[in-house]
């Protein structure tokens, strides 16, 4: 059940990566290397940068993503009270009313590279929980973020992307295999990233990885709306199958509270 926790567990995990997980290359095939913050250094406070989770990566993979960053970086930051300066607000969130007239924020379709970026993260702890990488194409996922996405018809009218169904059961799944101590995991950034994840398997479906991820209290990012409180998870079905020496989901019947259904994290589970 790998388990990484501590600034030497990180090192070490990072020790045994040959392979840019970006690009799915070897990292000794001449290009230039260099190393990947993940998630970035910046969404993190200056307190907060020691057990980074970082990466060997092309520094051609790596490049171009500082505007990316910047992005998230501020919507992360929302969380710290820390807004940018107008000029250089570049989170583009929109101030939408529901119907009783109160205004609250979404993130637009045309910013869905959020759901991109974590998934790159997603992907950063594949490589550092297995040693191997998790291709960026070709792999069925699916991610939930922890604030609410929409997009626009041509009237204007905001249609919100609708909670998969399938959600809660990959919040119930988290619960249950915490509570029995089955999760492969990852804790970096003194404790204020976190990544859980669970493989499962039904008849003769491919192997299925659910996940869990939060950075800081990010599911406080749509708190505002009269919905659950959103967690982010997510699921992938890896082409190569269940990587050697990850963790098989519980069998076990274990009873897991009910209490914000969506967020894996809820200190009420």
Same mark, same amino acid.
């Given at each position: 059940m790998p388990t990484f926790a501590t600034e030497h567990d990180l090192q070490r995990a990072r020790g045994r990566i040959d392979r840019c997980y970006l690009c799915g290359n070897p990292l000794n095939d001449g290009r230039p290397n260099n190393?990947?913050?993940?998630?970035? /250094?910046?969404?993190? =406070?200056?307190?907060? /940068? #020691?057990?980074? =989770?970082? =990466? %060997?990566?092309h520094e051609a993979c790596n490049g171009a993503r500082s505007e990316r960053d910047e992005i998230v970086g501020q919507l992360v930051h929302i969380l710290h009270r820390r807004h940018p300066d107008p000029e250089r607000d570049r989170r583009g969130l929109e101030a939408i009313p529901d119907q009783q007239g109160h205004i609250h924020a979404v993130l637009p379709a045309r910013h869905l590279f959020f759901s991109g970026e974590i998934d790159r993260w997603v992907r950063a702890c594949h490589a550092t929980l297995y040693g191997v990488v998790l291709p960026r194409r070709g792999v069925q996922r699916n991610i939930h973020p922890p604030m609410p996405t929409s997009t626009f018809a041509d009237d204007g009218t905001v249609l919100f992307d609708p909670v998969l169904p399938q959600v809660a059961k990959f919040v119930e799944v988290i619960r249950r295999n915490r509570m029995a101590n089955t999760l492969d995991a990852i804790t970096a950034w003194n404790d204020r990233f976190r990544y859980e994840c669970i493989w499962v398997?039904?008849? #003769?479906? %491919?192997? =299925?990885?659910?996940?869990?991820? /939060?950075?800081y209290d990010w599911e406080r990012l749509g708190e505002t709306w009269p919905t659950e409180r959103r967690g982010c998870t997510g699921f992938y079905w890896s082409p190569d199958g269940k990587p050697r020496g990850a963790t098989v989901g519980t069998v076990l019947n274990l009873s897991v509270s009910s209490a914000e259904p969506l967020d894996p994290f809820a200190t009420s589970a």
């Open positions: 190393r990947d913050h993940a998630p970035p /250094r910046a969404l993190f =406070l200056e307190a907060d /940068r #020691t057990s980074p =989770l970082i =990466l %060997p990566t398997q039904a008849d #003769t479906s %491919p192997w =299925l990885c659910m996940w869990a991820m /939060r950075v």
